[in-house]
């Protein structure tokens, strides 16, 4: 029996690929493209701000954003 284990990065990578275009992919797995990484920055999940985030607006923002690049149902 073989197993393989990868990391959370490795991952996500692996469930994006097929949805999410190449530079947003380096973001999850590579150092290489720096203004994407940037883009992400507001998103970080280690948020710089000291007030509590609206997560009703959140919610709202990241599922208009999950529908824009993935479909429905995601094959995990």
């Not at 990391?7 to 590579?30: A, C, K, N, Q, S």
């Not at 710089?48 to 923002?61: A, G």
């Amino acid at each position: 029996m073989c197993i393989l284990s990868w990391g959370h990065d490795e991952y996500m990578y692996r469930v994006t690929r097929d949805y999410l275009p190449e530079p947003p992919l380096y973001i999850i797995r590579d150092r290489e493209i720096f203004k994407w990484v940037r883009k992400f920055n507001p998103c970080d999940l280690y948020s710089k701000s000291d007030s509590r985030p609206d997560l009703k607006e959140l919610k709202t923002y990241y599922e208009e954003l999950v529908a824009e690049f993935f479909p429905p149902e995601i094959n995990w």
